[in-house]
């Protein structure tokens, strides 16, 4: 089974500096992963996923977020935040063609953003 | 423009009732989930149904029913078995596995009064 762990429920930052929320995985195989972002009292958006190939994957809204399998992490980044850009992150993991696999969340990140 | 809807968004029900959650894609994916989002636990899964006529029960699955007669359209039964309903309820789809990713409607909020 593969699970997700988001490190800190809540990530303070001020505009203009370096966003950076945590992700490790557990997987008994390289996975699938996903950051996906919910504002409030709505669903969740895709920012961007790892499959295969370039572990450096770019996103929307100028998050990236890099597949270190040695660290068993896909850590979500963003060089200078936004007002805009505070929100809830969520990372997901999944076992490539796998069937009846479904995404495993983790618990959420929330992103505050200060002036 | 394509997309997945949930109705109502916001929901109130009398302890002891049943409620039925909409959620309605035309996207033409194959697969459809449920999860419920309470504060601080993530998204638990609760029934995810990959083809019409046929589903399959989540973490959490207790207290709840689905129906799967059509490809867009995956209902959610919240029934008085469930224990502690409060919470909001997201309804999801994906093209075929879970590989894809989801798309999410905008979810219900539901409050047992």
């Not at chain 1, 805009?84 to 969340?105: K, R």
């Not at chain 2, 609760?46 to 959490?60: E, L, M």
């Amino acid at each position: 089974a593969q699970s997700v762990t988001q490190l800190g429920s809540h990530v303070s930052v001020s505009e203009g500096a370096l966003v950076l929320l945590r992700c490790n995985y557990s997987s008994s195989v390289p996975p699938y992963l996903f950051w996906y972002v919910q504002y409030p009292n709505q669903g969740l958006q895709l920012l961007l996923k790892y499959t295969t190939g370039a572990t450096l994957v770019k996103g929307i809204n100028g998050f990236e977020a890099e597949f270190k399998k040695s660290e068993t992490s896909f850590h979500l980044t963003k060089p200078s935040a936004h007002m805009s850009d505070a929100a809830e992150y969520f990372c997901a993991v999944t076992l490539p063609n796998s069937g009846y696999s479904t995404l495993t969340f983790g618990k959420g990140t929330m992103l505050l953003v200060s002036p | 423009d394509g997309g997945i809807t949930q109705s109502p968004k916001y929901l109130f029900r009398k302890e002891g009732q049943n409620v039925t959650l909409s959620c309605e894609q035309n996207l033409n994916h194959d697969a459809m989930y449920w999860y419920r989002q309470d504060p601080g636990q993530g998204l638990r899964l609760i029934y995810y149904s990959q083809i019409v006529n046929d589903f399959q029960k989540g973490d959490i699955a207790e207290g709840y029913s689905v129906s799967r007669e059509k490809k867009e359209s995956f209902p959610l039964t919240v029934t008085s078995a469930q224990k502690n309903p409060t919470a909001f309820y997201l309804c999801a789809s994906s093209m075929g596995s879970s590989n894809y990713g989801y798309t999410f409607g905008s979810g219900t909020r539901l409050t047992v009064v």
